[in-house]
């Protein structure tokens, strides 16, 4: 049986749960990927706002990819820019 994790927001709190039965959430405390458990707290999914699956800390972009755009727009190389 397939788990599937939900973020979502309840009002102004946002929180996580296992989704049961495809319409019901059984939100869980703790961390997401570090260990969490129910709390037998049950939310139905129509009634809340889902949120993306984790909050990303970084954009990543590929700027080997831009150097000719770059170029040809005249903008100037970014100022973090780690090459690989």
Known sequence: MTVRWVRFEEGDQEGF????????????DGDMFTGSTAN???????????LPPTVPSKMIGLWNNFHALAEKLNQVRPKHLCTF
């Open 17 to 28: 749960g296992t989704l049961e039965a495809g319409s019901t959430i059984a939100v869980h």
């Open 40 to 50: 037998g707290r049950k939310l139905l999914l129509p009634r809340v706002h889902v």
